[in-house]
């Protein structure tokens, strides 16, 4: 099965940073990977598909890339409401699995 | 509108038997696939299986294959988590979510919509 490993566990920063968290696929998974967003308390919410596909209605601060084993999302001018967890997962084959997560503190 | 609702919360022993589930309604329920997260106390997600409805089909994650069954009744558009026998590690909040194929071809999926969650405690 393929793992994903995602870095860092969690990061401090302020409002208006720019915020980078990587995930790293265990094999080749060319673009099949998602970003999903949790916040304390509610169910995850999808961001980016297809590793930089941005879903509807998700904030252009959000931006995904990568491509095979290593890819990147990236939060620009980073908002009050941006402070919570974050989770790649990739959808290559079954099993799926999700990246360990980040959490975002202020 | 899509909706997956979920069922409530559940408090149970260990070696108890316990089935939640997952409605389905805004959408045509046979032509997705539903999944099940799970997300331990203070944890991250983990991906359980996933079913689809339109033949029943149903893939689990090596760690979680034996230890539950997933299920589904199209009468009712509805998704299932089953145990037969809780242990107190099932302890945690499980998501269903439906399957998005936003690409033709293999792959090419994502979660788009999510259940409120179901949070399950086992305790004696």
Redesign the interface.
Known sequence: ?IQMTQSPSSLSASVGDRVTITCRASQG??N?L?W?Q?KPGR????LI??AS?L?SGVSSRFSGSGSGTDFTLTINSLQPEDFA?Y?C?H???????????TKVEI | EVQLVQSGAEVKKPGESLKISCMGSGYTFINYWIGWVRQMPGKGLEWMGIVFPGDSDTRYSPSIQGQVTISVDTSITTAYLQWNSLKASDTGIYYCARRWKYRDGAAGDAFDYWGQGTLVTVSS
């Open positions: 099965a998974i060319g099949d998602g999903y949790q169910a995850p919410k999808l598909y297809g596909s879903q967890a989770y997962l959808d290559y084959n079954f099993p799926w699995a999700f990246g360990q997560g």
